[in-house]
């Protein structure tokens, strides 16, 4: 059996079963509001789900844990990039790295598959990290020497697979300038469309992914030190994970867009990625997809401008929309043909996605979203019970105008209709109700806006923003093709997106196919 110093595998199985979360504070703090401070409101509450409403915050709770092990992931825009076996994604992310200056880590490729466990890769200046992290949601470092070794045929100890204890890697990498700096992309298991039939799940939204659930893996009982071979591990609790069909699928569902890369060296896109999709729920949903055709390099320009031809006929009859096809050579970082209908190449889809998130102000909409319940509950509640008090009040008016009610003689409908009011005055909903409800998502909120704020995510990058020369459309300061008018801003001339020809700036119609840049 292989030693501990000799296997970057074992290193990494090791670490990841032996390390332990370590709850930051404030979410700590988040918990005990909602057992004691939710809890106890919700005990009054028993006309509305609190069930439901007490998972959302156990969720949101989750969420928290997750961004403090990794805010730099979490503040960003996350792109997937996924694909089939041997579709390039690896080479097509390490075409995207900055090869100036020293030497950097790049992704392994190969023919055969590469990507053991999903891994978020962000833009750094800095030298380059990786951290793993666990099922119990717990953070570890690795060795870029280990890491390098985290490949899917070698990702296996026996018949143990890494995967079994490690939920996702991160790596910080530097990216060629204003690419990925406030986006992030995840460099996805590539599955295996000969094997995946009996491991599809349900069809999905998108939206039904838990990402903070738990998998009690157990601990190594003996010191690190100590373990020499994967036979002194204590690997009880290990549960192997799902194919890589869906843990591509779950990684997936995580992401806010997706690029999809099929190789044109095998032709257009490939008939299991189109039922790959399907199930996933693109063309249901609106998470934006574009298309890439890597490996352009191998094929001539009228073969790739056939296969990207017969990708678009494909998605279109399928009903799956996009936001654009265009062929890559990963050899060369370019994109070589764009498809006539695309409005944007897949760098330009990159930097159009450049941007952080409002962790703070997400959280709140889903808090709000809870609370609405209760919010419009009580709201209700609170005007019947004066429109009740109103009619009771009419009654007991009435009855005195009448004659039937009369001083100095107390009829048993009166005192009926006193035990009435007191009995509702007890139980009626009154806008103090209302101000608790407010309360208890107030002190929530200010919570999750402490949390944020302790890990700098509540200074979200906003871009300066400047006017397009052409249209005079507002544009974010830096952008060098008006996605209206499609005027390059240093007045060099207007794109065609019909045919990709270049016009003299001011132009009205495309000298070469007649595209009319007025038209909107």
């Known amino acids: 059996m292989a030693q501990l110093q000799e296997s970057g595998v074992l290193t990494i199985l090791q670490n990841a079963l032996e390390v332990q979360p370590e709850p930051h504070p404030l979410v700590t703090k988040f918990d005990h509001l909602i057992d004691k401070d939710f809890v106890d409101f919700s005990r009054l509450e028993s006309g509305c789900d ?137 460099d996805i298991p590539g599955y295996n469309p000969g094997t995946n039939d ?82 996933l729920g693109f063309g249901r949903n609106d998470k934006p997809i574009y298309f890439v055709g890597n490996k352009a390099d191998i094929r001539t320009p009228s073969d790739v401008k056939a296969c990207l031809k017969q990708t678009r006929q494909t998605l279109d009859d399928a009903g799956i929309a996009y936001v654009g096809i265009c062929a890559f050579s990963s050899k060369s970082g370019q994109v070589t043909i764009r498809q006539t209908n695309s409005n944007l190449d897949v760098l330009e889809f990159i930097r159009q996605h450049n941007r952080s998130k409002d962790i703070a102000q997400q959280i709140d909409e889903t808090l709000q979203a809870i609370f609405s319940i209760y919010f419009k509950k009580i709201s209700a509640e609170v005007d019947f019970s004066k429109q009740v008090l109103a009619k009771l009040e009419t009654v007991e008016r009435q009855g005195m105008l009448e004659g039937v009610f009369r001083p100095g003689k107390r009829l048993g409908i009166q005192d009926k209709l006193d035990e009435l009011k007191e009995e509702f005055y007890l139980r009626r909903k009154a806008p103090s109700d209302l101000a608790t409800a407010r309360k208890v998502k107030d002190k929530l909120s200010a919570c999750v806006k402490e949390f944020c704020s302790s890990l700098d995510l509540d200074q979200v990058a906003t871009k300066e923003t400047t006017f397009c020369v052409g249209c005079g459309k507002k544009l974010e300061a830096g952008t060098k093709l008006c996605p209206n008018c499609h005027s390059f801003q240093d007045c060099s001339g207007r794109k065609c997106p019909k045919c990709g020809s270049i016009a003299a700036f001011g132009s009205y119609f495309c000298s070469k196919c007649g595209f009319n840049f007025n038209k909107k």
Not at 50 to 73: D, M, S, T, V
Not at 86 to 98: C, M, Q, T, Y
Not at 252 to 266: G, N, P, V
Request: aromatic residues 6%; charged residues 25%.
């Open 198 to 279: 009996s491991n599809i799940l349900p069809e999905s939204d998108g939206d039904d992914i838990d990402m903070g659930g738990e998998i009690d893996l157990g601990f190594l009982e003996e010191e690190p030190d100590a373990v020499q071979s994967i036979d002194e591990l204590n690997v009880s609790g290990i549960e192997e994970p799902s194919s890589d069909y869906n843990i591509a699928r779950d990684a997936i569902a995580k992401a806010d867009c997706l690029i999809w890369l099929f190789s044109l060296e095998h032709g257009p896109l490939p008939a299991n990625d189109l039922e790959f999709l399907k199930k």
């Open 50 to 186: 609190n069930l439901k409403a007490y998972i959302g915050l156990q969720h949101i709770k989750q969420r928290l844990q997750e961004i403090a092990n990794f805010p730099e992931i979490n503040s960003k825009t996350v792109i997937a990039v996924g694909g089939g076996f041997s579709a390039g994604k690896s080479s097509f992310i390490n075409s995207l790295l900055d090869n100036t200056g020293k030497e950097q880590l790049r992704l392994a490729t190969g023919t055969r598959p590469v990507t053991a466990v999903p891994s978020y890769l962000v833009h750094s200046n800095d030298l380059v990290e990786i951290c793993g992290v666990n099922y119990k949601n717990a953070r570890f470092t690795i060795a870029a020497s280990d890491y390098e070794e985290l490949k899917h045929d070698s990702a296996r100890i026996g018949a143990i697979r890494v995967g079994s204890a490690i939920k996702y890697c991160t790596v910080k990498l530097k990216f060629k300038p204003d690419l990925l700096e406030q986006c992030c992309l995840i």
